[in-house]
């Protein structure tokens, strides 16, 4: 969805060559979107960096590896804004799995495997490095915000507690990650590389402060290249699976993977 398109000549005052150019431009385009996500996945899948995959598959990797690392260093980052430009007041919308009071003895339930899952808490959270991101926030139902969040990268936290990868096998990651409210009223499924993506927050900031409940305290999702819906609040429990974990709005008609 693009918010913003270039200005454009109309075609008519085009020469041919210039619509040749543009032509080609959005064949190039599309070839890149088409391939550069396996790259991505690819590299994340493999990357040595990560849960310590054997050297060996560096090699290999090269190409795959500079094609990711270009698409997460800039063509696939989300704008982003001045921090005066984040709304004083932001929007609400949505209260699926907050209808009920936040446990007093919240915790965030991680299942890394069946006889051992986490329990952590908003310290344990906070020990990673914060980050903020002040962008557009969009929600499917037609409205956008410039919004300022903070807290810690999906990615962070899953390399720190070596989640998301396969029993036994650490250099594999299951593709997708599931998400849902303590009463599992509210539930997303998010595909692993968009899980891993630099911009994707455990955020528990908003402007600042920490966020309300009804903007999904203690701790919410903030995925930035997905629409609002896949941004769940109040997360109580994180899993992984290789199957698409069930997800609110999908089973309501809307898209699954609701991408920008
Ligand atoms: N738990 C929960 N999370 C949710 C929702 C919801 O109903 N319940 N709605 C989603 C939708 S549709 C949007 S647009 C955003 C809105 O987040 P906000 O209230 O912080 O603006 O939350 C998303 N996350
Ligand atoms: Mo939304």
Redesign the pocket.
Known sequence: MNTNPEPKLPESDLPESAVRRQTLKAFGLFALAATVPIGVYLWIKNSPNLYGAKKPLRRVLDANETIARTYFSNANLVKTYPLDRAAKQ?????????RTPLPADWKLHVDRDEQNPLYLTMDDIRTLPKHELVYD?K???GWS?I?HWGGARLADFLERYKLGTKPGNASELFEYVGLE?PDK??Y?GIDMASALHSQTLLAYE?NGQP?SN???APV??IIPHK????????IGRIFFSDTRPRD??AERGYDYYLGL
């Open positions: 932001p929007r609400q919308n949505g209260y699926d799995g907050l926030f929600c499917v139902e915000q919004q409210t009223g509210y997303v908003l966020i009804a903007h999904g919410r999702l629409y609002g819906v896949k941004n769940l609040k109040r609110f709005w």
